[in-house]
Every structure is written in C-alpha cells, then in structure tokens.
C-alpha cells in the first residue's frame, strides 16, 4: 500500500507542466509572452537581474516594470514585485536564471531563481 501511494505522489509531482520528463514552470508558443513575476523590495538596493540573457536564443525579455505593494500612505521600504515579460522566440526549452542582488556587491546574489520555460 505504501508502495502504491508513493508511485501515486511521485507520477503526479513529475506530471504537471512536464513533457518527456523535463517539468517546465511556462509551456508558450512560438512569438506568445509570458510574465515572470518576483517578489522584491528595491528600497533595500536588492533588485532581480537575469543571468543568462546572453546565451538564451529561446526567448527574448520584451520589459520589466515594478509594481509596489498596496500600504498605508506615507508608508516607506514597502516591497512589491518586479515583472520580467519575455517573448518566446524558437523552439526548445531553457532555464531562465535570475539573481536577487545589488548592483554594486559582486558575487553576493541573496537568493537565485529558476524558471524553466519551453517554446512549442
């Protein structure tokens, strides 16, 4: 019975978004845009940066635009979430790496996140 169950969670976790094995976070067509959004706070000098921009052929970024938190006017170091809208360009699937970091510290990215996206 345990055996049973575990194939039961196990089939379900790898089948959702997944197409031969590979799970992917954005399924789009060739030319459709697709928003990746994440939680930020840019009054503390963090801010999102997509890593791999210079070797994906998959997908294009199209913008990014910041949309703060709703809070009590007057309020300051409200945080919010920056949205990266990207346009799938080719076929194929790529793992879009972004990094969590300031500008000005080098190699110090406070958190990394990975959106695998595929281009039918």
């Given at each position: 019975m345990k055996k049973a169950i575990?194939?039961?969670l196990a089939t379900?976790?790898?089948s959702c978004n997944s197409q031969k094995g590979i799970q992917t976070d954005y399924e789009v067509n060739?030319?459709?845009?697709?928003?990746?959004?994440?939680k930020s706070n840019p009054t503390t000098g963090y801010s999102w940066k997509w890593v791999k921009n210079q070797s994906s052929k998959l997908v294009d970024s199209v913008s990014t635009s910041y949309t703060q938190d709703k809070a009590e006017s007057g309020?300051?170091?409200v945080g919010g979430k920056e949205i990266w809208k990207f346009k799938g360009k080719e076929s194929g699937v790529d793992t879009?790496?972004?990094?969590?970091a300031r500008s000005w510290?080098?190699?110090?990215?406070a958190e990394t996140k990975k959106?695998?996206?595929?281009v039918k």
């Open positions: 575990i194939i039961v379900g976790l790898f060739k030319n459709e845009t697709f928003e990746v959004i994440l309020m300051v170091g879009l790496v972004f990094e969590y510290e080098k190699n110090t990215a959106v695998v996206v595929r």
